[in-house]
């Protein structure tokens, strides 16, 4: 069993709705949670980072951490087709192992 | 800045060939690592370096090696490439191993 679990998608999604992208993982290290996004043949880039459980808001996009259940959650609101990529969760465990989940690629249709 | 850089961005081997990946970052990061990105898997970790001439595996670090004589750059070697290597490498480097990491745009290797 992978550390951590991702839903594979694919997600298509009319612009202007919300999004919704989840992980859930089984390492009770972790104590950093990061979604990185990644545009197709790019590198992935940082989009949020979090250490707590509950949520953390940064314009359209919601991070939320469920440590008892061991769940995390990406937001994205009112979406738009540039937010159309993959989304990546990963998890920093407190001996500094960093983990990723296998992507979400999310299509916005205009 | 021009933050991670990766050359080549695309490559085509034969089986049994070697090359090396090449990776440099001028944010003067002390933390630097190999990804490979392959469809299902999620990123996995080749060899990272906390510091020039320190090194330690990752997940994944047979057929590669990797050394750190400078801060700046951090080459992957493929001794003998296999078809099993065909992937997407992706370079990142950080102030610490507990800190975000940036990642380079990545070089496609395709072994035949």
């Known amino acids: 069993q992978k550390e951590v679990e991702q839903d594979p998608g694919p997600l298509s999604v009319p612009e202007g709705a919300i999004v919704s992208l989840n992980c859930t993982y089984s390492n009770s290290a972790f104590q950093y949670f990061m979604w990185y996004r990644q545009y197709s043949r790019k590198g992935p880039e940082l989009l949020m980072y979090t250490y707590s459980s509950g949520n953390k808001e940064d314009g359209r996009f919601t991070a939320q951490v469920d440590k008892s259940s061991k769940y995390i959650s990406l937001f994205i609101r009112d979406s738009q087709p540039s937010d159309s990529a993959t989304y990546l969760c990963a998890m920093l465990s407190n001996d500094y192992k960093l983990s990723f989940g296998a992507g979400t690629t999310v299509t916005v249709r205009a | 800045n021009a933050g991670v850089t990766q050359t080549p961005k695309f490559q085509v081997l034969k089986t049994g060939q070697s090359m090396t990946l090449q990776c440099a970052q001028d944010m003067n990061h002390e933390y630097m690592s190999w990804y490979r990105q392959d469809p299902g898997m999620g990123l996995r970790l080749i060899h990272y370096s906390v510091g020039a001439g320190i090194t330690d595996q990752g997940e994944v670090p047979n057929g590669y090696n990797v050394s750190r004589s400078t801060t700046e750059d951090f080459p992957l070697r493929l001794l003998s490439a296999a078809p099993s290597q065909t992937s997407v490498y992706f370079c990142?480097?950080?102030?610490?191993?507990?800190?975000?990491?940036?990642f380079g745009p990545g070089t496609r290797l395709l072994v035949l």
């Open positions: 990142a480097s950080s102030y610490s191993e507990a800190e975000t990491q940036y």
